[in-house]
Structure formats: C-alpha cells, structure tokens
C-alpha cells in the first residue's frame, strides 16, 4: 500500500512541478478590468504600475498566490495576486490603451465573446422594469488605500495579504 | 499518520487533475473510495466532490467579465424586490470590513471588485452575485452586535464567491451552447440573429442563478462549505473567528418558520452550527478589541 502510495506521490508531483515551470516560464494575462503590480506579494505593497485587461505580463517569480512580472506596455515590474491573471490570451477593448493589438481574434473563447456589455444593453432594453442605477453607484463605492490603513490600524487588524488556496 | 498520507496523496490527485476535463469524475470517485474505506469522513467526501465539480464548472471557461455581466444583471433584478438601505456611513463600514476580508479570501481580485449595499428590509437575508456584488439586508446586520459578527456575515458572502458557488448553478449546456451562437467566425459587433440567441442564453443563465440563489437557496453542503471557509477568512485578518458561532445563535432566536429569507435559502442555525464546531475548535479565539464594538455601535446603532 505505501509503494503504491509513493510512486502516486512521485507521479503527481513530477508532472505537477512539470506544469508549473512551464507556467512560470511564459507570459499571462490580465483578466479583471483593471489591477495593479505592487513592490511586495501583499496588497500593503506600494503600487509600482497600474495594469490593464489583456495586458501581456512576463513572468519572473512566483510565491504564494502572486507572481512577480514584468509589464512591457509600461515597462515596470511588480507583484500581482494571481487570481488577477489567465494564462490565455485576451484581446483589449477598444479604445483602451492597450489597443490595438497583435493578438488574434481567432484565439478568443467563446465566452469572451458572450456576455458583455453589448448583451447587458440589449437585456436592459428588453426589460426596462429592472433597474440598474444602483448597481452602477454601488460599483462607485471605493476605499481609498488611506482610509482602509487607518480602519485596520485602529481596529488592530492584520493588513490583508491574498490568500492561498 | 496514514489517513493524513492518504488525504494529501488524494489532495494532489484532485489538484493534478483540475487540470482535466475529467476532473469533476475521477475526484468524485476518489473521494467515495476514500470515504468507504474510512480514510476520510463522508462529509470531507462530499466537500471535496463539491469543490471539484464548482471547480470543472469554472473550466467551463466563463471569463471574469462574463461573471461581471452576468452579476449585474442578478443584482438588478434583486434591486427591484428590494429597496436600498441609504446610509452613507452605514454603506461605506460594510465595504471597509468587506474589502478587507475580500483581499483575505482566495480570490481577491474579480473584474471590477467587491462591492456591498445594505438592503432596507427587516427580513433576514443576504446575497453575493458573481463577479462580487454583494448585498446584506438590515435584518441580517441586526443579527449582529460587533464589528466581528458583521464580518463573519460577509466573509460568508465572499466565501460563496470565492467557492463560485454562484457560477456552478448555471446547468452545463449553457457554455457550449453559446460558443453554437459564435462558431468560428469572429463578429466585432453581433449581428441581429446572434445577439437575440446570445441574449436568450444570457436570460437563461441569469434565471439558473436566480432560482438558486433567491428562490431555493445553495445545496446545504454549499453553505457549511461557505462557512468554514468564512472561518478561513476570519482568522487571516485578525477577527475572531468564533464571532459566526455567536451571529448564528442570535439568527436562530430571531428567524422564525415563516420568516423567508435565510429560512428558506439556508439550512437551519442550529444545523450551520454543529457543522463549524469542528473547524472552531481549531481555530482558537480572538479577544476583540473594544475598538471594534464601539465603532460598530456608532455607525450600525439605529440601522
């Protein structure tokens, strides 16, 4: 039982080390709207560079749940939270800054193509009865860096590090 | 010792395998072998199937921004059953408490962030849409006296989108069939035929999540999942972690069999707290600074 239970574990994790190198060794993607790279794998980390949808990061190091790369679009290097990245390639929008691009549109997923603002507009011209104004104020709400320092130093809270799975 | 080994080889099996299109089957069947032989509990089982098919849903390849869109849309739809709760100082402690437990949990980045609004009902309830609006009713916030307790209300919500409890809801031909819409050809602009079956598979993947999440609430084993990694979260910020057990026993003195709400969506309090013991019992204790009640008190008295 043990033998089997060893040679399963050299297996897995032989393959498993063999997909991450590979992982590391290439570029990703920024999948949220906009994140940044800070100068420390937390989120108490100063931002060194604000990063884009679709911006291309080099890969450099990883640790934890973040992975320090490099952004060419505007030549800085910094930590971000993996969960802000894919390993697929995402087109930019356009008009955004990082438009136009070299990525071919044949290698969009079909989702990436599905849900957006283009379906919400036509949802909501269909059903006028549902009303998004509070969605967008909601959306509005934001902490700024200073207030969320102050609200976690009084309360004695520990500064929010992105966790690990 | 030997029910650890096997639980860790099991573990990198499952992590080895998120990687395949099998994923959700072979993880599944792994953990019911585990689970009759006795090396893991049947409720270990289950949490580990759970995982695994949220995770293979999430193969299924809805981008974070599909999760945005799809998101909004619910929130907008649960705006029109419920009034907003319009309170500045009020709306702005739920997202500092809520921000910071959401940059604690395992996914703190989603397309446009984390975003809270109370909702001006006494009924007890609370819903956490994909992409990460979520939405926390006055008499949920009354089931709380301190700032930990409230937290422990949000971390739960956060925990459901970080568990993507919410996108697992959606009944599995939704993706392909919307890649049908597509094909191969690329569109910058959809033309009149594709946009009317987008839409329609977009109405359809709403009302998925929609059925789940306000009509019939989660599987229960979603929910003690939602709670356990709620302790997670907790813990990582520095609340104390034991402040849920303390909400849950207040929300089982106040909601009642015709209370809607959590009464319909949840399992029972007294049900979620027999299934956190066993994590609380690990977690230790957190001695709340009275900071934290005061501020609490300012802002959430009257609320």
Redesign the interface.
Known sequence: MKRI?AI??IV??T??SG?LSVALAGDMTV???K?HLRSMPA?YGSVVATVI?ADRLHVIEKKK?WIKASSPRNNATGWV?I??L?SKK?APKSGAVNAPTSVS??E?????????????R??RQ?NR????T??DR??E?T?SPR??AS??A???????????? | MRTLLLSSVLALLILYLSGCQTVSTIANVGADIAAATGQISTEQAASIKRSTTAASHAFERFTPENEYYIGRTITANILTRYRVYRNEDATTYVNLIGQTLARASDKPETFKGYHFLILDTDEINAFAAPGGLILVSRGLIGCCTNEDELASVLAHEIAHIQLGHGMAAIRSGRYTSLGRVFGVEVAKNLGGEQLAKAASIFDDTVGDIMKKLVDRGYQSGQEYDADRTAITILKRVGYNPRALREMLRQMDSRLGPESGGFGTTHPTPKKRLKHIESALEDSGSVVMPSVRKIRFDRVMTGV
Not at chain 1, 109 to 120: L, R, Y
């Open positions: 239970i399963l574990l897995i994790t393959s498993l997909a999948q949220v709207n994140t989120y949808y749940s939270h969960s802000a894919t995402l549109t044949g969009l997923s079909a989702a990436e193509k599905g849900f957006t603002e283009e379906i919400e036509d949802y269909k009865a549902v009303d998004f509070w969605v909601m959306e709400i902490i207030q969320s609200f976690l009084e309360g004695r809270l520990r500064p929010p590090e992105g966790g690990t799975p």
